[in-house]
C-alpha cells in the first residue's frame, strides 16, 4: 500500500465530519501515542460492520480518545448501547468531549478500570453483538476468552494489529507484544468454537463469528 494508494482509498471512504476531523486532530497533537487512534478506513468498517449485522449491544476493550468508539455507537441501532472499556482518565476526558459533539453520549457508557474487571463484572448471558478489541496485546487472549460466551451465535468479535506492522512473521522479534499477538492468530485459528478471517485492513484485523 503506497502513500498515493492510501490516498486514493480514503479518497472513496465516507469521508469524517467535523467531529471526527477535530478528533482526529486534537489526537494528533498528543504526540506519537496518537498512532493508537484507529485509522480512518478502519473506523468506517467498524460503524458499517454495526450496521450490517444490527448491533444493539456491543463492547469495546480499549478507546483511547474515542474515533472508533463514535463510529461504532453511530452504526448501532437507535436502542443500541456500546460499553467502553479504559484505564486513562486522561484520554477518556477527551473521549466525552466528543461523544458529546457526535451526539452519542447517552449511548455510550465509558468505564475507566481495568478492561478485565469490567468484562468480568458483565452478566453472562449470551447478547453482545460485536465487540472490539484493541487495548493491551498482551490481555487480548484473556479478554476474548471472556468476551466469546457473552458474545451472541453469529455476533462478531473484532482484533486489532493482529499483523502488528509485519513483526508477527519477524523470527527474531521476541517480545511480549509480538508474541502475544502470534500466540492469539494461531489460538482464534485452531478455535472450532468460532469462524474467523484475518483481513489486511490497517494494521491487519481478524473477523470472528460465533458458532
Request: glycine share 6%.
Amino acid at each position: 500500500m503506497t502513500p498515493a494508494l492510501y490516498d486514493y482509498l480514503v479518497a472513496h471512504a465516507p469521508p469524517p465530519d467535523a467531529v471526527l476531523q477535530d478528533l482526529a486532530a486534537e489526537t494528533a497533537a498528543l504526540g506519537p501515542i496518537s498512532r493508537m487512534q484507529v485509522a480512518v478506513e478502519e473506523a468506517a468498517f467498524l460503524g458499517w460492520l454495526a450496521r450490517v449485522i444490527g448491533a444493539r449491544r456491543a463492547v469495546e476493550v480499549g478507546t483511547f480518545t474515542g474515533y472508533s468508539a463514535i463510529a461504532m455507537a453511530r452504526g448501532l441501532r437507535p436502542d443500541g448501547h456500546l460499553l467502553c472499556c479504559d484505564v486513562s482518565e486522561e484520554w477518556a476526558a477527551v473521549a466525552r468531549r466528543y461523544f458529546a459533539r457526535a451526539g452519542v453520549a447517552d449511548r455510550i457508557t465509558l468505564k475507566i478500570a481495568p478492561a478485565l474487571e469490567t468484562l468480568r463484572a458483565l452478566p453472562p448471558a449470551a447478547d453482545v453483538d460485536l465487540a472490539f478489541i484493541d487495548a493491551d496485546k498482551e490481555s487480548y487472549q484473556t479478554y476474548y476468552e471472556e468476551l466469546l460466551p457473552r458474545l451472541r451465535p453469529n455476533g462478531v468479535l473484532i482484533f486489532d494489529n493482529v499483523l502488528w506492522s509485519g513483526h508477527v512473521i519477524d523470527p527474531d522479534d521476541h517480545s511480549t507484544s509480538t508474541e502475544a499477538i502470534r500466540a492469539l492468530n494461531d489460538a482464534v485459528a485452531r478455535d472450532r468454537r468460532v469462524e474467523a478471517v484475518m483481513l489486511p485492513v490497517s494494521d491487519g484485523i481478524t473477523l470472528v463469528r460465533k458458532l
